[in-house]
């Protein structure tokens, strides 16, 4: 029998604390002080320009929290916060703070929760509004959290017996799904929508992997742009799961239309167990997209299959993306 605890509902509520003790330590890059500083507090402190005090009790509170360890009243990073919460590593994802924690995410949830639940969903158009500026913020902040799935499809997308020559790349954000494509393939033009704000950031990262002249942008809703027909490739990277099942059969269904005969999309996406409380990562995402669109879901296996359908793709498959916890669904 499961102990009888208060402690997971206290947990819960004073969860802002742990989010409040990890913006304060990337911030002031704590982890590659303490690497660099054999973790003796006096020079951590030193380093980051703090008090000794409030490092020592941050470090404290981080060794509690499970991000350090502390013997000899030294710390020392474990194996996963060296990887990827250290600047010198190239898995580095410190960055990813800017958005998922932004001021405008955390108010997102904590204002007032009761008003998405009872709306089923959030009040207004939530990040969903026209050139919301937070989609820049996760442009840029998302770039290594993402990097590892965009090159493995790129991969998985060279050893097509053949390759795509035209790709589109439907709300790019960071673009880096179509520049790793373009990286991977060579000769393969592509086209990447968004809001003009976070395309030039997209243009900047196919610019620094040396592909801007097979790279081209299109500005405006993916809803309303006409971006062209005879793709043999379409990318829906984290994109459906912020609309409701008869918006993407409307997207999926203008997609189809403008893929190539043969051609395939491709959406990325947290795709939850037909019981939605597994896996735990993918179901949780539900609540992410309760809070922050009006309609938007982690759909099933079963769901994207019937929206595919709907759209009239003849085929759809989804498929695993590890390490990442999100999945692969391919529309044929």
Known sequence: ?????????????????KTAAMKAAIA??????????????????????????????????LTVQGFLQKEAQRYRLTPSTEVFLTVSSPAWMGSIVDFLAAPEMISQWLDDPVAFVRNGGCV?????????????KFARAMVPFVAPTAQGIAQQVSAWAKPPKRVLDVAAGHGLFGVSIAK??????????????????????AAAAGVSARYRTLAGSAFDVDWGKDFDLVLLTNFLHHFDASTCVQLLSKVRRSL???????????VPDE???????????????LASTPSGDAYTAREFEQMGRDAGFAKVSVAPLPPSPQSLVVFE
């Open 1 to 17: 029998m499961d102990d009888v605890s208060p402690q997971p509902f206290i947990d819960a509520v004073m969860a802002y604390q």
């Open 28 to 61: 002031l890059d704590l982890f590659t002080a303490i690497a660099g500083e054999q973790g003796e507090v006096e020079r951590i402190a030193r380093r980051v320009q703090a008090s000794e005090r409030g490092v020592r009790i941050l470090c404290d509170y």
């Open 124 to 136: 207004g158009l939530g990040t969903l509004a026209p050139d919301n500026p937070v989609w820049v």
């Open 184 to 205: 991977a393939v060579p000769g393969a033009q592509v086209v990447a929508t968004d809001w003009q704000p976070v395309l030039e950031v997209a243009q900047e990262n």
């Open 260 to 270: 190539a005969p043969g051609g395939r999309a491709l959406a990325v996406e947290f």
């Open 275 to 289: 019981d939605r409380v597994s896996p735990p990562f993918a179901a949780a995402f539900s609540f992410v997209m």
